[in-house]
């Protein structure tokens, strides 16, 4: 694996672990644990990658490596890693509620 894929890797798993931890602060019910939150946050900032680089106009943000890092690369991952985390955080946050029955 490149330098620049690793990188990429890096950031979305921090930005999505960055997402879930603030989602599970701002809405305790949803919130399985600080620590929780942030794996499951950064699993979903790692696989919010592979959908989001085939939606129309957000593909280029994520970007094609292969002419090195670019600014936009680092923007566009890090959104994609927030959203991703946020996306999982809330759907874990739904079923651990179900399963709580409240």
């Not at 602060?25 to 696989?47: A, M």
Request: net charge positive; proline share 5%.
């Amino acid at each position: 694996m490149s330098g620049v894929a690793s990188t990429l890797l890096v950031v979305e798993f921090v930005c999505g672990a960055a997402s879930g931890i603030a989602l599970g602060r701002r809405v305790p019910s949803f919130s399985l644990g600080r620590i929780t939150d942030g794996i499951i946050g950064g699993i979903g900032g790692l696989l919010f990658v592979w959908p989001s680089a085939r939606i129309p106009g957000v593909g280029p943000l994520i970007g094609h490596h292969a002419d090195g890092l670019t600014p936009t690369m680092l923007i566009g991952a890090g959104i994609a890693g927030l959203l991703g985390g946020l996306v999982l955080i809330v759907l874990a946050g739904f079923v651990g509620a179900l399963i709580r029955g409240s």
